[in-house]
């Protein structure tokens, strides 16, 4: 690599400057090209200032700018590493209801065996017990639809009423 320094000629307010590059040359072509806008902006402003004075104020200019960058550049910094607390944080907490949620499907898987082992021990007990094996059965392979819950006023009546009629006949012929 070359380290021999390359030299541009600019211009930067109403002079031409022989500048040294660091080898990139559009770099200096592009601070040159700010530097003699802020120049001109300021010779706007203040037309009766010398040269010098003018590129004093833009010297200044430029500073102010530089340190509003600084701070913004801080600040953006800062709000970056709150911004990475608050992942580590938010990561933290969905570890913890991770942990929490399997520990209550653990506990809920439990209290289902749990319960199936108690509906077999009764079952045990009274084998002769058919209503109760095609209960757990039902509730094992059936899902509660919306409509199940539904009845109608005649589902609601007890039997006896239901069938008022057979029962005096039955009477009757119990009684013959």
């Known amino acids: 690599m070359d380290d021999t320094p390359q030299y541009v000629n600019v211009r930067i307010g109403r002079m031409t400057y022989r500048l040294s590059t660091g080898g990139n040359l559009q770099k200096t072509y592009d601070v040159a090209a700010t530097a003699n806008a802020m120049m001109n902006q300021v010779n706007q402003r ?7 004075s003018q590129a004093i104020l833009a010297l200044v200019n430029a500073i ?3 340190e509003g960058f600084h701070e913004e550049l801080k600040l953006a910094f800062n709000e970056r590493d ?3 607390m608050n992942v580590e944080e938010l990561k933290a ?3 913890r209801l991770r942990e929490q949620f399997w520990e209550m499907k653990k506990d809920l898987l439990y209290y289902k065996n ?3 082992a108690y509906e077999d021990k009764m079952l045990e007990r009274r084998p002769d017990d058919q209503e109760m094996a095609t209960a757990r059965q039902q509730r094992r392979s059936r899902r509660t639809l919306a409509g199940d819950y539904q009845m109608t006023i005649e ?5 006896e009423q239901g069938k008022g009629s057979d029962k005096p006949q039955e009477e009757a012929s119990h009684d013959a």
């Open 93 to 95: 907490e969905l570890n």
């Open 46 to 52: 203040h037309p009766n200032l010398n040269q010098i």
């Open 64 to 66: 102010g700018l530089m």
């Open 82 to 84: 709150l911004a990475r």
């Open 114 to 116: 749990l319960s199936e």
């Open 155 to 159: 589902e609601t009546l007890p039997e």
